[in-house]
T-cell receptor, first 111, second 115 residues
Framework: DQQVKQNSPSLSVQEGRISILNCDYT??????FLWYKKYPAEGPTFLIS?????DKNEDGRFTVFLNKSAKHLSLHIVPSQPGDSAVYFC??????????FGKGTKLTVNP | GAGVSQSPSNKVTEKGKDVELRCDPI?????LYWYRQSLGQGLEFLIY????????KSGLPSDRFSAERTGGSVSTLTIQRTQQEDSAVYLC?????????????FGAGSRLTVL
């Protein structure tokens, strides 16, 4: 059973608007969630993380929200830019040293 | 080096052949990971090294897959008797174990195509 689920395989938004990427999880015993961004033919790059003891973490245009009661987190990008077009993965760090990744959401920001 | 280096970047092989994929992590990074991404799938964990030992190899799909790390640095992932379902991008990542979130730095990957 998949521990980390990204139910939307793709998302398309207009430049300047908000992009909201969602992630659901099943394991309540985690330390951090991380978001990675991946461009074609490149490795994933770290974007932002959130600790299990927080409900929000902000870094510039990127904000991650954590709702522990709903076992849900989301990544908000405001304002969205064409260069944000990529595949976004959420990943759980939960007690073991490995990260468990979702299947990713492909974001397209249209000029 | 400045980043995680993987070679080859592309490998095309015939079914049944053995392949070796190499990862050169960031200097000083103690932990090294192998993941793979098959077409349309997420990042699937394969194996994790802390120094030269592998505390977690639970993600290796079969006994045709093996990996080693020597000198606490370079790692090699070996796939014996390759099958078409082994076709994927194999990603290596490294990290310096520390407090806080375990931020992995990934290489660009080795794309394996098994004909």
């Amino acid at each position: 059973d998949q521990q980390v689920k990204q139910n939307s395989p793709s998302l398309s938004v207009q430049e300047g608007r908000i992009s909201i990427l969602n992630c659901d999880y099943t394991n309540s015993m985690f330390d951090y969630f991380l978001w990675y961004k991946k461009y074609p033919a490149e490795g994933p790059t770290f974007l932002i993380s959130i600790s299990s003891i927080k409900d929000k973490n902000e870094d510039g245009r990127f904000t991650v929200f954590l709702n522990k009661s709903a076992k849900h987190l989301s990544l908000h990008i405001v304002p969205s830019q064409p260069g944000d077009s990529a595949v976004y993965f959420c990943a759980e760090e939960g007690g073991s040293e490995k990260l468990v990744f979702g299947k990713g959401t492909k974001l397209t920001v249209n000029p | 080096g400045a980043g995680v280096s993987q070679s080859p970047s592309n490998k095309v092989t015939e079914k049944g052949k053995d392949v070796e994929l190499r990862c050169d992590p960031i200097s000083g990074h103690t932990a090294l990971y192998w993941y793979r991404q098959s077409l349309g799938q997420g990042l699937e964990f394969l194996i994790y090294f802390q120094g030269n030992s592998a505390p977690d190899k639970s993600g290796l799909p079969s006994d045709r897959f093996s990996a080693e790390r020597t000198g606490g640095s370079v790692s090699t992932l070996t796939i014996q008797r390759t099958q078409q379902e082994d076709s994927a991008v194999y990603l290596c990542a490294s990290t310096l174990t520390a407090s806080g979130a375990n931020v992995l730095t990934f290489g660009a990957g080795s794309r394996l195509t098994v004909l």
